[in-house]
Every structure is written in C-alpha cells, then in structure tokens.
C-alpha cells in the first residue's frame, strides 16, 4: 500500500467509525487508530481541525481528502508513524481492489451488492 493508499484508507477509516470508536469499546483496533490519529494530529496546528471535520462530516469526500492530506504530512515528518499505522489498520478498513462494500453504524437491515442486473424488490 503506497502513502496516499494508506493515508486514504485512515482518514476514511477514522472519520466513519471514529465517533463509534469512542463510544464502543467493541472496535478496539479502531478505537486504536483513531487515538494515534488523534495523538499525532492534535501535536500539529490545524491538522487537529482536519481529524474533527472528517470525524463530524464523514460523506464529506473533501474533508477525508484534507485529513488523508495531514496524515501524509505527519508520516513525512515521522516515517515510523506510517508503519504503526499500517500495523494497526483494521484488515476491513482497506479498500478491496474491487471495491468493496462497508457499512458502519446501525441498522435494522443492510443490503451490500454488486453487478445487479434486474430488479431488486425488499
């Protein structure tokens, strides 16, 4: 995984799941993630700002971009963080190179799908 993938996949990661990281104690490597994130971030001006606008605006593609943004800027100021991100990534937080589907959150039903052809009726 380059530096952009990797910083895409935690800034995508932190801000969809990082309000329920602080509130559940089921997504510990998460709730990890999301407190390195924090640590090194809130070290830096206006890249703290960054993790709480994606946090709060998590479908807000821009603001997942400015985040990714100040994460590549931190590992290039401290190359190991890349690798204790990497090491504590959730497997599923990473984009499958076909895509994938994720869902974060709560629902009474949830519905992934790919190549449909034809109707779909619930």
């Known amino acids: 995984m380059t530096p952009d993938e990797l910083a895409m996949a935690v800034a995508a990661a932190v801000a969809t799941m990082g309000t ?3 509130v559940a104690s089921g997504g510990r490597a998460v709730g ?12 830096r001006r ?6 709480e606008d994606a946090i709060e605006h998590p479908d ?9 943004e100040a994460l590549l800027s931190a590992m290039a100021d401290d190359p190991a963080l890349a690798d204790r ?3 504590i990534l959730p497997a599923d937080a990473t984009p499958a190179a076909d895509g ?15 190549d449909i052809h034809g109707g779909v009726n619930l």
């Not at 990890?32 to 971030?41: D, F, G």
């Not at 807000?60 to 990714?68: E, M, N």
């Open 100 to 114: 994938g589907n994720h869902f974060s959150g709560r629902a009474s039903t949830v519905v992934q799908a790919r």
């Open 85 to 87: 991100l990497r090491e």
């Open 60 to 68: 807000d593609q821009q603001r997942i971009v400015a985040l990714a």
């Open 20 to 22: 329920e990281a602080a």
């Open 32 to 43: 990890a993630l999301v407190r390195l994130v924090r640590e090194r971030l809130g070290r």
């Open 46 to 51: 206006g890249d703290e700002e960054a993790l």
